[in-house]
């Protein structure tokens, strides 16, 4: 293993930039324990487990992205559910966002499926990648900065690979750490930041690369239930941003 300054191990963040490819950043993404808080936490419910899932295997690790390799849509969230991701090892699957989540990916065309609720259930995404700032379910579902900006590098190598036209973020943190993110990438965010809210739409530009290109950020509430059982989302509010984001990402 390589070292990256003195006596500290090279860990699987500091390697993403190498990944050559997204299934080879999948790969390197499971083998990650860089958060020792993220890390205790995840294998603690994998054992623990809900009664409900008690005859489950739980997958305890790190949750790649999901979906087409080649997408025109990324969708950003948050991090993976403790019982939801954190126990099937596919984002969004497994839970109640996930549930209202691949619905409206059906209805609007990008998923094969109305739901999703195992990594071996035949689900094929279209045009759409699924991913999150955090790759590790977090206590109370509230990952710290350093550990956003620990699994930054993940999130960056991914917009690279995949290089998406559209980035759709759901909520207030999947905004700022991708903003923050593309930053980092030479992208020219505006300071003071684009505020985040949903249907909000923001233009980036890149210009150190051969050709100019542009991104276009959609912020969209996260499908938390706290959104969606209270109808702060409605399905027809994310089948909105959704559609949207395919008008922009089309050829």
Not at 21 to 27: H, K
Not at 52 to 61: K, L, M
Not at 66 to 87: K, Q, T, Y
Not at 150 to 156: N, V
Request: include cysteine.
């Amino acid at each position: 293993m390589g070292r990256v300054g003195p006596g500290r191990p090279e860990g699987a963040p500091e390697r993403a930039t190498a990944s050559p490819t997204v299934d080879a950043l999948d790969a390197l993404v499971t083998t990650c324990r860089a958060c020792p808080r993220l890390v205790a936490w995840r294998e603690q419910v994998a054992a623990e487990k809900r009664a409900a899932f008690r005859d489950e295997t739980y997958w305890g690790r790190p949750v790649p992205g999901f979906g087409d390799p080649g997408a025109g849509v990324l969708v950003v969230g948050l991090a993976p559910a403790a019982h939801g991701a954190n126990r099937t090892g596919r984002m969004f699957t497994g839970d109640r966002s996930g549930d209202f989540l691949f619905a409206a990916l059906h209805r609007t065309g990008f998923a094969s499926q109305p739901g999703s609720t195992t990594s071996d259930d035949g689900m094929v995404l279209t045009g759409v990648r699924l991913t999150a700032p955090v790759r590790c379910a977090p206590p109370a579902n509230r990952p710290t900065p350093a550990e956003r900006h620990a699994c930054g590098p993940f999130l960056a190598r991914e917009l690279d690979l995949v290089d998406p036209a559209v980035v759709v973020i759901l909520g207030g943190f999947g905004w700022q750490a991708t903003l923050a993110t593309l930053a980092e990438r030479g992208w020219q965010v505006p300071r003071p930041r684009p505020v985040f809210g949903h249907g909000a739409e923001v233009v980036l530009r890149r210009v150190d690369d051969a050709e100019p290109r542009t991104i276009t950020l959609l912020g969209c509430f996260h499908v938390s239930q706290q959104n969606t059982f209270t109808g702060r989302l409605t399905p027809e509010m994310l089948d909105d941003v959704l559609v949207r984001a395919r008008e922009l990402a089309a050829p």
